[in-house]
């Protein structure tokens, strides 16, 4: 008699099988995963906005007018924005956010800001 030999291991067919659906998988989970990180470095940005504008009230309590950021001793940037203050008066002052780098591609969004009035431009940007 015979004895049969059992065979153990994968065929060539079933490992491309498994490579396939990983790649499928992998191609719709990266886009997925790009988007998630360029809104967190986002929020990012608009939290530095939102203490740049903490910053820029406590300033004008303690004197006639707001400040530049280099008075603030704020820092101008990041790895994927720069920051700027523009419009600063004795009653006004506009911070924005202008993305470098990959974040350039955060489309509609490459810039952020907010104003003395508390105004966050473009609003769709700010929503979540």
């Given amino acids: 008699m015979q004895a049969k030999l059992k065979q153990s291991g994968m065929t060539l067919i079933e490992l491309?099988?498994?490579i396939a659906i990983i790649g499928i998988i992998a191609a719709i989970a990266y886009p997925n995963?790009?988007?998630y990180v360029r809104e967190a470095r986002r929020a990012d940005a608009m939290a530095q906005l939102l203490t740049?504008?903490?910053?820029?009230?406590?300033?004008?309590?303690?004197?006639t007018s707001?400040?530049?950021?280099?008075?603030?001793g704020a820092g101008a940037s990041s790895d994927y924005y720069t920051f700027?203050?523009?419009n600063v008066g004795a009653e006004t002052y506009t911070l924005t956010a202008t993305a470098t780098g990959g974040q350039?591609?955060?489309?509609?969004?490459?810039?952020?800001?907010?104003?003395?009035?508390d105004q966050k431009t473009p609003a769709a940007c700010w929503q979540r």
């Fill in 16 to 18: 491309m099988v498994v």
């Fill in 33 to 35: 995963f790009v988007d």
């Fill in 52 to 63: 740049l504008q903490m910053a820029e009230e406590e300033y004008r309590l303690k004197n």
């Fill in 66 to 72: 707001y400040a530049d950021l280099a008075t603030l």
């Fill in 84 to 86: 700027s203050a523009s």
């Fill in 104 to 117: 350039t591609n955060d489309t509609g969004c490459t810039a952020i800001s907010i104003n003395h009035n």
